[in-house]
């Protein structure tokens, strides 16, 4: 545990949970005084629930237009296109009504905004850049106008970050936009909004909410405001999970998991690092297009076994946070997933030895493998760690 450390409290307004999602939302509206709201949704959402519908109703004449189509794993030529409809809008505010890949894209959307980014190779403008300290941060750029408020329908928790995950189409590499001001001024956290989520996303993106408490909890870099924000989300998830799998109508238990993964992120806010399961995942959305959530069913417990020489006291306290106290962390996880449904292995998504050389050379390039608990000096280590969840 370091003896010191910095906190650093982002620029998000409001977090709302429990209320009506529509109604929230046109309350923020008027309280920001936006006139011209764009919204960024579910395609799924629009077209086959009431949902969306319910929130243009309350926006009223402030309803400025909307985009549909993100596809997963944000790429850009979608976040470019959704730009130019927020631009031609006139839009004052983005609300956004969806997953991971929706939030991310309308963070993205913001920057496009504020610095006139038209085509998908502008982008690389963006890029962040080292600091003197060696952090990343963003380039020199304008900060967004037009700011964002989010409703959730995952629990994967992009919406409670200042960093967007676009994906570079031409070289298949998932990338971190970054800037303090494009996490969302206000979230709005409404069980009755997520019954409409495919069970399998609900469930994968709670494991990946379980990723962000363990891989913070089991950092080198840990602090105490990290753990403690960590360790409850991670009860309420291994709590909540199996509740909405056995009753999907559990509005109680959904709410439990969306608090639950809005701590999860307490570790990355807080500015402790990821480990090599969300380092590798990046690889293999970008590359194999699995889904994140999949992705931490999958890597979790393998990098758990592998990082076990380096942090066993911190692996305990995972197992006695989930309600196993003295076990193995890795097994506990392992049967937590397996409980759920989920894909466990890379043959599960038919990702076989021989891609195992290339996911390893590009995981390298990311920002959290360097940064893995046990140190990872180069692709065979990585390798080490695919075979464990082969």
């Given at each position: 545990?370091?003896?010191?450390?910095?906190?650093?409290?982002?620029?998000?307004?409001?977090?709302?949970?429990?209320?009506?999602?529509?109604?929230?939302?046109?309350?923020?509206?008027?309280?920001?005084?936006?006139?011209?709201?764009?919204?960024?949704?579910?395609?799924?959402?629009?077209?086959?629930t009431?949902?969306?519908?319910?929130?243009?109703?309350?926006?009223?004449?402030?309803?400025?237009?909307?985009?549909?189509?993100?596809?997963?794993?944000?790429?850009?030529?979608?976040?470019?296109?959704?730009?130019?409809?927020?631009?031609?809008?006139?839009?004052?505010?983005?609300?956004?009504?969806g997953?991971g890949?929706?939030?991310?894209?309308?963070?993205?959307?913001?920057?496009?905004?504020?610095?006139?980014?038209?085509?998908?190779?502008?982008?690389?403008?963006?890029?962040?850049?080292?600091?003197?300290?060696?952090?990343?941060?963003?380039?020199?750029?304008?900060?967004?106008?037009?700011?964002?408020?989010?409703i959730?329908?995952?629990?994967?928790?992009?919406?409670f970050?200042?960093?967007?995950?676009?994906?570079?189409?031409?070289?298949?590499?998932?990338?971190?936009?970054?800037?303090?001001?494009?996490?969302?001024?206000?979230?709005?956290?409404?069980?009755?909004?997520?019954?409409?989520?495919p069970?399998w996303?609900?469930?994968?993106?709670?494991?990946?909410?379980v990723?962000?408490?363990?891989?913070?909890?089991?950092?080198?870099?840990?602090?105490?405001?990290?753990?403690?924000?960590?360790?409850?989300?991670?009860?309420?998830?291994?709590?909540?999970?199996?509740?909405?799998?056995?009753?999907?109508?559990?509005?109680?238990?959904?709410?439990?998991?969306?608090?639950?993964?809005?701590?999860?992120?307490?570790?990355?806010?807080?500015?402790?690092?990821m480990?090599?399961?969300?380092?590798?995942?990046?690889?293999?959305?970008?590359?194999?297009?699995?889904?994140?959530?999949?992705?931490?069913?999958?890597?979790?417990?393998?990098?758990?076994?592998?990082?076990?020489?380096?942090?066993?006291?911190?692996?305990?306290?995972?197992?006695?946070?989930?309600?196993?106290?003295?076990?193995?962390?890795?097994?506990?996880?392992?049967?937590?997933?397996?409980?759920?449904?989920?894909?466990?292995?890379?043959?599960?998504?038919?990702?076989?030895?021989?891609?195992?050389?290339?996911?390893?050379?590009?995981?390298?390039?990311?920002?959290?493998?360097?940064?893995?608990?046990?140190?990872?000096?180069?692709?065979?280590?990585?390798?080490?760690?695919?075979?464990?969840?082969?």
């Open positions: 545990m370091p003896k010191s450390g910095r906190v650093a409290f982002g620029k998000m307004d409001v977090v709302v949970f429990g209320k009506p999602a529509a109604d929230t939302l046109a309350e923020e509206v008027r309280r920001l005084d936006a006139k011209r709201i764009f919204l960024m949704v579910s395609g799924t959402l629009n077209r086959t009431d949902e969306v519908a319910k929130v243009r109703r309350a926006l009223g004449d402030r309803f400025a237009g909307i985009f549909d189509w993100m596809p997963p794993h944000t790429p850009r030529n979608a976040v470019i296109e959704a730009a130019a409809a927020a631009r031609g809008a006139g839009a004052d505010l983005i609300g956004t009504i997953g890949s929706v939030t991310d894209g309308a963070k993205a959307v913001q920057l496009c905004l504020a610095n006139d980014i038209r085509t998908p190779e502008a982008l690389d403008g963006l890029r962040p850049v080292k600091g003197p300290d060696g952090a990343l941060a963003p380039p020199p750029c304008n900060a967004p106008a037009v700011r964002q408020i989010t959730p329908t995952t629990l994967s928790a992009g919406e970050s200042a960093i967007a995950g676009v994906t570079d189409e031409r070289r298949r590499v998932k990338e971190l936009f970054r800037h303090p001001e494009i996490i969302p001024r206000t979230v709005v956290l409404d069980p009755a909004v997520t019954v409409h989520t069970e996303l609900w469930l994968s993106t709670g494991i990946r909410a990723d962000h408490c363990v891989e913070g909890i089991c950092s080198g870099e840990a602090n105490p405001f990290a753990d403690a924000q960590a360790l409850h989300g991670l009860t309420l998830l291994a709590r909540g999970l199996p509740r909405v799998k056995a009753d999907p109508a559990d509005l109680e238990a959904r709410l439990g998991c969306q608090i639950g993964s809005w701590l999860s992120m307490g570790p990355l806010a807080s500015g402790v690092p480990g090599a399961s969300h380092g590798i995942g990046y690889v293999l959305g970008a590359l194999f297009d699995i889904p994140h959530g999949h992705t931490s069913c999958i890597m979790l417990p393998a990098v758990m076994r592998w990082n076990k020489p380096a942090n066993a006291e911190r692996q305990a306290m995972i197992a006695a946070a989930m309600g196993h106290p003295g076990q193995d962390a890795a097994d506990v996880l392992d049967k937590f997933i397996a409980g759920l449904g989920m894909p466990r292995s890379l043959g599960a998504v038919r990702i076989g030895r021989e891609s195992f050389a290339r996911l390893a050379e590009r995981a390298m390039a990311t920002p959290w493998v360097p940064r893995n608990p046990r140190p990872i000096p180069g692709p065979q280590q990585v390798q080490e760690i695919l075979e464990l969840a082969a």
